[in-house]
């Protein structure tokens, strides 16, 4: 399973921008997906994730102003983000929780990353 990432750049606080991950290769089955980000010097975190039925949940730093969903068909996965700040600027990571085959066990795997720039 290969995620692939798009949509980061630099943007001004109180822009947008939309990222996008798709899963490509050989897919029996993913689960959740979700975003992660990790700004120098911290740790990766949780920003959203979304469950094969659709079920959502943020970080409360992100919580009305992100929006996750996913195209099941497409495997693929979209981040919206409104009112960026400044403290968002990070690398945004792709995560999805799948099985390339029937006989291997779920595992977690990882997009490269994109990077997200917000200027004040």
């Known amino acids: 399973v290969q995620l692939v990432e798009s949509g980061g750049g630099l943007v001004q606080s109180g822009g947008s921008l939309r990222l996008s991950c798709t899963a490509s290769g050989t897919i029996y089955s993913i689960s959740a997906r979700a975003w992660y980000r990790q700004a120098p010097g911290k740790q990766r975190d949780l920003v959203a994730a979304?469950?094969?039925?659709?079920?959502?949940n943020y970080a409360d730093s992100v919580k009305d102003r992100f929006t996750i969903s996913r195209d099941n068909a497409k495997n693929t996965v979209y981040l919206r983000m409104n009112s960026l700040k400044p403290e968002d600027t990070a690398v945004y990571y792709c995560n999805a929780k799948g099985a390339a085959t029937a006989w291997t066990s779920p595992r977690d795997y990882w997009g490269q990353g994109t990077q997200v720039t917000v200027s004040s």
């Open positions: 979304i469950t094969r039925g659709k079920n959502t």
